[in-house]
């Protein structure tokens, strides 16, 4: 009898493990996405929120065939995701090497001059995430195209003058695509000689569609807001935490000033650690960031006010394979990655925030009595209508002054977001100090504290 029971949870646990999303993953019925009421975070027309779940895709149109581009699609679809950040001049010689398909870009890399051919493929691939309910995150070119300062083949191809025509021809051609999120950018300052650049290019897709949003993609450890948060175009600041942080430090300093910033808009991490990515580029100092990493930095930004986040993996957005050139020391096809233990478990964190309200989340940090708690187990608080979360990344004994809490008794759970599972604890009247040890502790063993209303 214990053979059965054991296998009855064991394969009950494997089930957890793999969930799926059913059907689309996104209604797009709901209408348009625009800010929310409270200016915090994205909904539909229709007021349904939208959970911003992404996944960086970078070079979609330019490395992949349209079967891979769909199994891609169809394997993101159903992991839960949302959101396909993806690049139309990509970042890996975008421009002087064709596609999948044999198609450049540009023809004599002239941005004024589109090759039809290459543009009906990327056409194509929209609509088959559309098919899937996938919002694509559309970066009209890599930075590289704008600034050779940092890194990357270029070649410099823009000005402000062909930036904003860029634009408008851009923002025309995909202005009637229900499934488009504007990502002005590419991993670059937006600062100096840029500015003007990046600001004639949203200039010129806002000028011809104003339907859809846009934010900017910075270069690593910076923000958008630190040079576009008045401007009109931008509609939710990005942040991007980068590679080379393992404490929450970083949200701190980078997160908090732009979630804080006048007038209030939504932000989120647009590209944090990657997993199966050398952290710091030094694996031989530091290791390699795992599933463990990619789940505290969804709930270190999510719970510090964030209208949604982005996942990603090293192989999966240059599509490394066999025979090409790996970035940021890729290790695992593209193809093998997609199962990766942190891309399955995100499925838990969207299904956990659409379980709630999470569109009244605040960041609610004096919730928190302990004395002292390291960066790198950085306790998270957020409180919204009638519940809070409390994200605890290695499973440290919390200590909440709960009669802060604007009710007077709770029901307490522990979710568990390596595989969906919630346990309700109990039911207590709020005190001024109240202790909670999670059933586990230490590296990997992170867990939610979910408090409710009786």
Same mark, same amino acid.
């Given at each position: ?17 793999? %969930? ?37 895709? &970078? ?9 891979? %581009? ?15 950040? +993806? ?41 088959? %995430?559309? #098919? ?9 070119? !890599? ?13 410099l191809i823009f000005n402000k003058e062909n930036a904003f025509l860029y634009g408008q021809w851009i923002g025309k051609r ?5 499934n488009i999120i504007w990502i002005n950018g590419g991993d670059r300052f937006g600062g100096g000689k840029n500015f003007e650049?990046?600001?004639?290019? +949203?200039?010129?897709?806002? =000028? ?24 009109? &175009?931008?509609?939710?600041?990005m942040t991007q935490t980068g590679h080379s942080q393992r404490s929450y430090a970083v949200y701190r300093w980078l997160f ?10 939504? *932000? ?6 990657? #997993?199966?990515?050398?952290?710091? !580029? ?5 290791? !390699? ?17 964030? *209208? ?28 093998? =990655? ?71 008794? =709770?029901? +307490? ?42």
């Amino acid at each position: 009898m214990k053979n059965v029971s054991f296998l009855v949870v064991m394969g009950f646990s494997f089930l957890i493990a793999h %969930a799926q999303w059913q059907g689309p993953s996104v209604n797009f019925s709901h209408g348009r996405l625009k800010i929310s009421e409270n200016k915090r975070y994205l909904v539909f027309s229709d007021g349904t929120p939208f959970f911003y779940l992404g996944d960086t895709g &970078w070079e979609l149109f330019h490395r992949l065939t349209k079967q891979e %581009a769909e199994s891609y699609l169809e394997k993101r679809r159903s992991q839960g995701f949302t959101v396909i950040q +993806a690049v139309v001049l990509a970042e890996l010689d975008g421009l002087n090497t064709p596609n999948a398909e044999g198609n450049k870009p540009l023809l004599n890399n002239n941005p004024l001059t589109p090759d039809e051919k290459y543009f009906a493929h990327v056409d194509w691939v929209i609509r088959k %995430a559309m #098919e899937k309910g996938l919002f694509i995150g559309l970066l009209p070119t !890599w930075g590289d195209k704008v600034d050779l300062a940092s890194w990357g083949k270029g070649p410099l191809i823009f000005n402000k003058e062909n930036a904003f025509l860029y634009g408008q021809w851009i923002g025309k051609r995909y202005r009637n695509f229900p499934n488009i999120i504007w990502i002005n950018g590419g991993d670059r300052f937006g600062g100096g000689k840029n500015f003007e650049v990046f600001d004639a290019l +949203a200039r010129g897709i806002k =000028s011809v569609d104003t339907v859809h949003l846009m934010t900017f993609h910075p270069i690593g450890e910076h923000s958008s807001a630190e040079w576009f948060h008045e401007s009109p &175009w931008l509609d939710f600041n990005m942040t991007q935490t980068g590679h080379s942080q393992r404490s929450y430090a970083v949200y701190r300093w980078l997160f908090q000033p732009t979630y804080y910033k006048q007038p209030v808009k939504p *932000c989120m991490d647009g590209e944090p650690r990657y #997993e199966d990515h050398p952290v710091a !580029w030094k694996p031989e100092l530091f290791g !390699w960031f795992d599933d463990v990493d990619v789940r505290q930095a969804a709930y270190w930004n999510l719970l510090s006010g964030a *209208c949604g986040h982005t996942y990603g993996c090293n192989s999966v957005w240059q599509f490394y394979d066999t025979g090409r050139e790996p970035m940021g020391m890729a290790r695992r096809s593209w193809k093998e =990655s997609l199962d990766l233990p942190g891309a399955s478990q995100m499925i838990y964190v969207r299904k956990l925030f659409e379980k709630y309200p999470y569109t009244t989340l605040q960041p609610y940090q004096s919730l928190i009595a302990n004395e002292y708690v390291p960066e790198t187990d950085w306790i998270v608080a957020a409180v919204g209508k009638n519940f809070a979360f409390v994200y605890l990344p290695t499973g440290t004994t919390v200590h909440l002054k709960t009669n802060l809490l604007p009710w007077t008794g =709770s029901k +307490a759970s522990w979710y568990n977001p390596r595989n969906g599972e919630m346990k309700e604890i109990e039911y207590f009247t709020h005190t001024e100090n109240k202790t909670f040890t999670p059933p586990s502790s230490g590296r990997g063993n992170d867990w939610i504290l979910i408090l409710e209303t009786k």
